[in-house]
């Protein structure tokens, strides 16, 4: 078992296949404090809110999508998604609902091996992301890839194999473990990198400031 994290992986590598099925899961189970609470991914950029971009981007990616989201699933229904909630007690960060979706996707899509995760309110998330996380795996050897902008790890957004589920159930509920970065070393995990120019791909809007930052890049890069 490895215990290191592998060499980032800049560029993009040849596939020859196609990717392996891969499920989507929009993490929308935030608490939102910085923008002054409600739900962050139902704010709009346009006429769009951030979790309708980011599904966007992630639909011709994936082989199907589901939200992660606590409290009412109702408010996520225009998505016509299903919406799987925490089942860790507490607040136990993205972790817990990235263990959720890879339970509900070992029972309910039993032949998909692999899921990728992305934050709700990342609406530039790059068009070839389940693509180049697969070849940084496969290049890597690593059971588990994350994306990378620049010099920015960003461990949210990663490739998860469902048959961990079990391992990361038990570093949540018996070893107390909040941090990704200390579960996917467990395990080796490797980085796929993109530039940063003329945008991040991973921008998140936090904050009603960078909310407004995204309206500027969604007008000014209008194919984004």
Same mark, same amino acid.
């Not at 981007?57 to 409290?71: E, F, I, Y």
């Not at 469902?162 to 980085?191: N, P, Q, S, Y």
């Given at each position: 078992?490895?215990?290191?994290?592998?060499?980032?992986?800049?560029?993009?590598?040849?596939?020859?296949?196609?990717?392996?099925?891969?499920?989507?899961?929009?993490?929308?189970?935030?608490?939102?404090?910085?923008?002054?609470?409600?739900?962050?991914?139902?704010?709009?950029?346009?006429?769009?809110?951030?979790?309708?971009?980011?599904?966007?981007?992630?639909?011709?990616?994936?082989? @199907? +999508?589901?939200?992660? &989201?606590?409290? *009412?699933?109702? #408010?996520? /229904?225009?998505?016509?998604?299903?919406?799987?909630?925490? $089942?860790?007690?507490?607040?136990?960060?993205?972790?817990?609902?990235?263990?959720?979706?890879?339970?509900?996707?070992?029972?309910?899509?039993?032949?998909?091996?692999?899921?990728?995760?992305?934050?709700?309110?990342?609406?530039?998330?790059?068009?070839?992301?389940?693509?180049?996380?697969?070849?940084?795996?496969?290049?890597?050897?690593?059971?588990?890839?994350?994306?990378?902008?620049?010099?920015?790890?960003?461990?949210?957004? @990663? +490739?998860?194999?469902? &048959?961990?589920? *079990?391992?990361? #159930?038990? /570093?949540?509920?018996?070893?107390?473990?909040?941090?990704? $970065?200390?579960?996917?070393?467990?395990?080796?995990?490797?980085?796929?990198?993109?530039?940063?120019?003329?945008?991040?791909?991973?921008?998140?809007?936090?904050?009603?400031?960078?909310?407004?930052?995204?309206?500027?890049?969604?007008?000014?890069?209008?194919?984004?």
């Amino acid at each position: 078992m490895s215990r290191t994290r592998a060499p980032a992986i800049a560029g993009k590598a040849p596939m020859t296949e196609i990717p392996p099925p891969t499920l989507g899961v929009l993490l929308a189970g935030g608490l939102a404090r910085r923008m002054g609470g409600g739900d962050k991914p139902l704010r709009e950029i346009g006429e769009k809110t951030l979790i309708e971009r980011v599904a966007e981007r992630l639909t011709p990616q994936c082989d @199907g +999508l589901v939200v992660n &989201a606590n409290g *009412d699933p109702a #408010r996520f /229904a225009f998505l016509h998604m299903p919406v799987v909630a925490d $089942d860790v007690p507490g607040f136990a960060g993205p972790l817990a609902g990235i263990l959720a979706v890879l339970d509900w996707t070992a029972l309910n899509r039993p032949g998909v091996e692999w899921v990728v995760s992305a934050a709700a309110d990342s609406p530039f998330l790059p068009r070839d992301l389940v693509r180049r996380l697969h070849e940084t795996r496969l290049l890597a050897g690593t059971k588990l890839a994350c994306a990378q902008s620049g010099e920015q790890a960003h461990p949210v957004i @990663g +490739l998860w194999p469902v &048959a961990l589920r *079990d391992d990361l #159930r038990h /570093a949540l509920v018996f070893e107390d473990m909040r941090k990704i $970065d200390r579960w996917t070393a467990r395990h080796g995990v490797t980085a796929a990198i993109w530039p940063t120019e003329p945008f991040d791909p991973f921008f998140n809007a936090n904050t009603p400031d960078e909310l407004a930052e995204a309206n500027l890049i969604a007008n000014r890069y209008p194919d984004a």
